[in-house]
C-alpha cells in the first residue's frame, strides 16, 4: 500500500513539472492608452514582469515604466536585443526606457539572465 501511496505522489509531481515547464500559461497583456501623443505602460518587476506583453500602436513615441521590487539579481537588468537596450533596474526605482514604434512587429525583452521575458507588440 505505501508502494502504490508513493507511486500515485511521484506521478503527481512529475506531472505538475511537466505542466509548469511545458504547459501554455496565460501572459498578461496590456494595450497602452495615449495621451498627449504619447503612450505609457508600467511594468513591475516582481518575479517576473507584469505584463509581459505590451500592445503599443505604431508611429505613437512609447516609453515603458519598469519599477523592479523583486532584490533577485537576475532581474537587475532588462534586455530589449532589437533596440539595443540593456538598461539597469535599480531596486524600488522606476526606470523608464523609450521604444522606437516606428516598425510593426513583435519585439521580446528578457531580464539580463535570459530566464524572464515579456513581450512588445506594435501594431
Excluded at 516609453?63 to 530589449?80: M, Q
Excluded at 531596486?91 to 523609450?98: L, M
Aim: charged share 20%; hydrophobic share 45%.
Amino acid at each position: 500500500m505505501v508502494r502504490i501511496i508513493v507511486l500515485l505522489i511521484g506521478i503527481c509531481i512529475i506531472g505538475f513539472i511537466v505542466w509548469w515547464f511545458f504547459g501554455k500559461h496565460e501572459a498578461v497583456t496590456e494595450t497602452a492608452a495615449i495621451a498627449s501623443d504619447q503612450q505609457d505602460v508600467d511594468i513591475l518587476v516582481k518575479g517576473g514582469y507584469s505584463p509581459e506583453q505590451v500592445v503599443l500602436k505604431q508611429g505613437v513615441p512609447a516609453k515603458l515604466h519598469f519599477t523592479r521590487t523583486d532584490p533577485s539579481s537576475c532581474l537587475d537588468h532588462v534586455v530589449f536585443p532589437d533596440f539595443g537596450i540593456n538598461q539597469a533596474l535599480p531596486q524600488n526605482q522606476e526606470e523608464t526606457i523609450t521604444i522606437d514604434t516606428s516598425k510593426p512587429g513583435e519585439y521580446g525583452w528578457a531580464c539580463g539572465m535570459d530566464m524572464f521575458h515579456g513581450k512588445v507588440i506594435i501594431k
